[in-house]
């Protein structure tokens, strides 16, 4: 196993449009090809309620109208990209 952990801060948004789940494909990174909620992390001193509608906005045009903000979490799991 793995003794390097990788750690992230970021935003990410569950977002129902016309009664279906809003989802990016990756297309770059680890998880290329994969399906992942829209989000990523914050610029350098952003709150976190503007990342998260800019990053929304960049991945899939939307403009929030209503947020939430559901909670928060902290993990970590064992890192092997680029080594």
């Known amino acids: 196993m793995s003794k390097k952990f990788h750690c992230a801060f ?3 948004g569950i977002i129902s449009h016309h ?3 809003v989802v ?3 297309n770059g990174g680890p ?3 994969r399906y992942d909620l829209p989000g990523g992390s914050l610029e350098d001193g952003e709150p976190l309620q503007n ?3 800019r990053e929304i ?3 899939t045009g939307l403009v929030p109208t209503q947020l939430e903000q559901l909670g928060v979490t902290s993990f970590r799991f064992p ?3 680029k080594r």
């Open 10 to 12: 970021g935003v990410y």
């Open 19 to 21: 009664d279906r789940l």
């Open 24 to 26: 990016i494909k990756k």
């Open 31 to 33: 998880y290329i090809n």
């Open 51 to 53: 990342a998260i509608v």
């Open 57 to 59: 906005k960049e991945e």
């Open 79 to 81: 890192w092997q990209y």
